[in-house]
């Protein structure tokens, strides 16, 4: 069942991040900003989700990087995958992304176009006070789709590339496996193959490897880990 949270009270806050300063940073600077706010930590995915079922928060703002569990590695799709979580179960909660790998968020741009709540991203190199401020329209109930759809890199990308995406570079499948685990013909990913090579910019070199240059360009706009 989904649950809307609603907001009696005074301002409640979880923030989510795995390294400690950074942590530290963002609690002092929200502390300050709103110092009756009742504001909580997360390290984990694990936590994050627990945190805001027991606290039924008016902002989360979160880090992609992180891990599922305390003493697991991070990962960006650890966090993209609680972020979704997050989204589905509670449709109007506030969000800001603070991460390093806002990029990534084009992953699930379909999930967060269909979020009620206000949703802005802040890289972590911004000042406390230009992260305040995208705190300030989150609660508002702004949003920022510039990088939800992948704008500021031109991308305008499908869910199956995507998964194309994901399957050929982070589990590793050939074009078979891949049409097998899609259920679509081999010509299907072959016609996604050249799509997403389009959209990323990504085409044939004499010397060069045209699925390397893919991946590398995937990466490098964080459509992968």
């Known amino acids: ?20 300063l950074t942590l530290d940073g963002a609690f002092n600077a929200l502390q300050q900003q709103y110092p009756d706010a009742q504001i909580l930590r997360a390290k984990t995915a694990q936590s994050t989700i627990n945190q805001v079922t027991t606290l ?39 969000l800001v992304v603070l991460s390093s790998y806002t990029k990534a968020l084009v992953r ?30 989150a609660l508002q109930g702004l949003v920022d789709w510039r990088v939800i759809r992948g704008e500021k890199a031109g991308l305008e990308l ?26 679509v013909a081999i010509r299907t990913v072959r016609h996604y193959w050249s799509k997403v090579q389009d959209v990323l910019k990504v085409y044939p070199e004499d010397g060069k490897n045209l699925r390397i240059s893919t991946e590398m360009r995937a990466r490098e706009l964080w459509l992968i880990d």
């Open 108 to 137: 699930i741009r379909h999930d967060l176009e269909a979020h009620e709540g206000g949703l802005t991203v802040a890289n972590k190199d911004l000042s406390s006070k230009e992260m305040l401020k995208r705190v300030d329209w």
């Open 56 to 94: 039924q928060p008016d902002l989360v703002i979160m880090d992609l990087s992180i891990p599922e569990t305390a003493g697991e590695p991070a990962h960006i799709d650890t966090g993209i995958q609680a972020l979704r979580t997050l989204i589905k179960k509670y449709t109007q909660l506030n």
């Open 1 to 20: 069942m989904i649950q809307n949270l609603t907001k009696p009270g005074k301002l409640k806050i979880v923030v989510v991040d795995d390294h400690e």
């Open 158 to 183: 499908k869910p199956e590339w995507l998964e194309l995406l994901r399957l050929a570079f982070e589990e590793g499948l050939e074009d078979k496996a891949i049409a097998e685990r899609m259920r």
